[in-house]
């Protein structure tokens, strides 16, 4: 089993900056791949972001040039940089780790973006 907890969130006004940090933990062989979703209320959970082993990377069109994510393999942990915030930024973000052919989801981290 894999545990995976975000951390970062909080409340920051339009503008603003935050680092997402994805923690996991357990019986990790080796994660493929990394991936931040959000889901703001009302809304269908989306990609945000996703990085895999080799470092490839996307983005979905709303966050490109401003938020950037990062792993650290030694760490099995990976980043999510948010810079240029926005309102519509606002959401509950989830990580999702890839072990071993499985896919685990953390509990979410809030982030509020004040205007």
């Known amino acids: 089993q894999v545990h995976v907890v975000e951390s970062g969130g909080g409340l920051v006004q339009a503008g603003g900056s935050l680092r997402l940090s994805c923690a996991a933990s357990?019986?990790?062989?080796?994660?493929?791949?990394m991936g931040w979703y959000r889901q703001a209320p009302g809304k269908q959970r989306e990609l945000v972001a996703q990085?895999?082993?080799?470092?490839?990377?996307n983005y979905a069109d709303s966050v490109k040039g401003r938020f950037t994510i990062s792993r650290d393999n030694a760490k099995n942990t990976g980043y999510l940089q948010m810079n240029s915030l926005k309102p519509e930024d606002t959401a509950v973000y989830y990580c999702k780790v890839a072990n071993m052919g499985d896919w685990y989801w953390g509990q979410g981290t809030q982030v509020t973006v004040s205007s």
């Open positions: 990085i895999i082993r080799d470092g490839y990377t």
């Open positions: 357990g019986s990790i062989f080796s994660i493929s791949a």
